[in-house]
């Protein structure tokens, strides 16, 4: 179901200020509120249903789910329960921010980026990965972007055996705490929304002690993960 581009206009307008709204063209603010109008639309969807703060039958998706409301009182409806369980609406422009823009992907394309980030921040892992299954398995999450990073790990320094085996899930954990740890979230709502689309438990996270440092700065990281995973929203 995807929500009206006037409920989230004006959800998200009355936190900006003039300046604020000046940061981005007319044309991206408009493709930055349809990728919002999206995300508010298929969230409680697609989360996992262990989170406790997300009701399965909470009053919007009975509400879409049986046609009992429509238009604008089913968008407004919408845009209250992303509110109130996760926060209010961030100011546009932070959807732009490296890290802000990952709240706006699907779960799968969230977790390719969160364990490409981790790999990015220690090459030598695929450099190290000999195991079929273990390789297989990071083909499969990372998509296109498998063959540019194996490409940037020739010349790492080699990992632990333990993590080169590691599932990409575990990756994916320790791309999320790089970025718990860089407090590199512009802001608490589009953490909680990220956070949503991830496992309710920590299923498949390493313990921190044994996962290999960064050697890689994240504002670095950042940028490599622009080019292995290009926009293609507008």
């Not at 109008?37 to 989170?51: A, L, S, T, V």
């Not at 450099?127 to 990073?149: I, K």
């Not at 790089?178 to 498949?204: E, F, K, M, V, Y």
């Amino acid at each position: 179901m995807r929500t009206s581009n006037g409920a989230v206009a004006h959800s998200v307008a009355r936190r900006e200020d003039a300046k604020t709204t000046r940061t981005i063209s007319a044309a991206r603010r408009a493709a930055l509120v349809r990728l919002l109008q999206e995300r508010i639309g298929q969230w409680q969807f697609e989360c996992d249903p262990g989170w406790g703060f997300i009701s399965a039958q909470s009053a919007w998706k009975a509400a879409s789910g049986r046609g009992t409301a429509g238009g604008d009182a089913l968008r407004r409806l919408a845009v209250r329960e992303f509110e109130l369980r996760l926060g209010p609406l961030p100011p546009l422009p932070l959807f732009e921010h490296a890290v802000g823009s990952m709240a706006l992907l699907d779960p799968q394309s969230l977790q390719a980026r969160l364990c490409a980030l981790a790999l990015l921040g220690r090459p030598g892992v695929l450099r190290s990965c000999v195991q079929r299954e273990a390789r297989e398995a990071l083909q499969a999450t990372l998509g296109p972007a498998y063959p540019l990073l194996r490409e940037r790990s020739r010349q790492a320094p080699a990992v632990p055996a333990y993590a080169a085996a590691w599932t990409p899930l575990a990756w994916v954990w320790i791309g999320w705490r790089d970025l718990l740890a860089a407090r590199a979230w512009p802001h608490r709502t589009l953490r909680r929304l990220a956070r949503a689309l991830l496992p309710s438990g920590r299923a498949g996270a390493p313990r921190l002690a044994v996962a290999p440092r960064p050697i890689v700065a994240l504002p670095d990281r950042l940028k490599e993960l622009d080019l292995l995973f290009p926009s293609t929203s507008t």
